[in-house]
DNA sequence: CGTGTGATTGATCGAGCTCAAGCTCGGTGG
DNA sequence: CCACCGAGCTTGAGCTCGATCAATCACACG
């Protein structure tokens, strides 16, 4: 885990150097390095803002009735969100230390899309990738075990964390874990412990987890298949 | 729930009479009429249709590994949505007999938005219903107990299923609730009569419910209020 | 070398899934 | 008209899963 400290200098260059969506906009991009539990503000105030997540995992959160805190949206790298200029209930953070995001102003890159036809293609393609995350972060919640979620969480972030496929970089804490499945710390660690002794998946350090078998993750993991209630439609 | 059987014209008429975003290509509108558990397919065949539903309810589902199904998005009248092309895994279905749907080819949408500003705007608000519904869905599935996911769900209801506020006219059966709230039907129906029993709602009928204590239904409904585990964050 | 954060394990108990049975009500056919 | 039927709704009993409380462990850091 241990992140190797790097300049803001050198995530400028890595940013220039990788093609997004947003790059024509990289001149008018600031660099933003946070620091875990950092609320992600607005940079200047005037206006929302784009955020391109280039290394670390920032997440949205809300206080719900009752104190419990609960994830809604976690960004990975490469991945864009929009932090409007207001945000009551609701709070977007650093939950790693560092989180790195390029921050482009919402008036630019509104600006660009009417001017640029093609821009705005693809600006409404990543305006949908909240929707995409939200629609996954909802499978999760709808399972019904604690280990259900707990794999389906591990497959979700599959190929987001660590160039390697089967081999998942955890970029959160249990803790946080716990708050986007809306289960308690306790049976996060219980099912990430009964998987490994089932042999499904491997431990290689506590933030490090190697998928050995996939399919038991996906296939509702750890129940018998049970009768499905399901209405059969003969459509 | 008896409804009385309406003719498409006086749904057309209705449509023309409401103003909505979508209005200016009410003449190319289709107005559909579907029984409940019949699949809302591409009128045409020719690309995505933007929906605009007016009467019943619609819902987008998945089977899950394992065979259980899963509501991933509840439409009720005055909602839009989009049904793409080819929508593999998902379903949209009619949940209710009848349902009333304003069908809009995407490619007719495409194009004013492209030719007017201020469509284009109002499209882009539309767009937004999605994420919206997804984020009060994600926020009911986070709930602990299942009194608190059917207490958040009605709450969600309320306003838009009866024009008068406090009563709430469920739309779809116990068994799409559960579907909907990722819990079995039994665990729905003891939640709905304890809810009852502690006077927090009344049954009017099975299918009507009034909401007696607004509050008792937001806060936690049914618990202690709980040494809340969310780290305070000092700001 | 204490201290704090994060991770883990154990014990207990209540919530919810499951199986099972019964109820209500509208429709259908004898 | 009534018996029957099935879909939807409700309630009960038993048992499992997960929340909670509590304790311990691992490890980084000052």
């Known amino acids: 885990m241990k992140t190797v400290a790097r300049s803001v200098d050198y995530y400028r ?16 991009a600031t660099i933003v390095r946070c620091l875990r539990h950092q609320e992600i503000a607005n940079g200047s105030g005037v206006g929302g803002h784009w955020y391109y997540l280039m290394a670390g995992a920032v997440c949205r959160s809300t206080i719900r009735a009752g104190g419990r805190r609960q994830i809604i949206e976690l960004m990975l790298p490469r991945d864009f969100f929009f932090v409007s200029e207001d945000q009551a209930e609701e709070t977007v953070e650093a939950v790693t230390e560092p989180a790195i995001l390029a921050s482009y102003p919402e008036a630019r890159v509104e600006l660009l899309a009417e001017r640029d036809r093609q821009f705005a293609r693809e600006l409404r393609e990543i305006s949908s990738q909240p929707l995409i995350r939200a629609r996954s972060h909802l499978m999760i919640l709808g399972g019904i075990t604690a280990i259900e979620k707990v794999g389906l969480f591990l497959l979700s972030l599959d190929g987001r964390t660590s160039s390697e496929r089967g081999r998942v970089e955890l970029p959160i804490t249990r803790y946080d874990i716990a708050e986007y499945l809306a289960v308690s710390v306790e049976t996060v660690c219980r099912a990430i412990t009964d998987l490994q002794q089932r042999g499904i998946i491997a431990l290689l350090d506590t933030r490090t987890i190697k998928i050995l078998n996939r399919e038991a993750l996906e296939d509702r993991t750890g129940k018998a298949p049970v009768g499905s209630r399901a209405r059969l439609i003969a459509a």
Chains 1, 2 share one sequence.
Request: glycine residues 6%; charged residues 25%.
């Open 13 to 28: 260059r890595m940013l220039s150097a990788q093609p997004h969506p947003l790059e024509r906009l990289d001149g008018s």
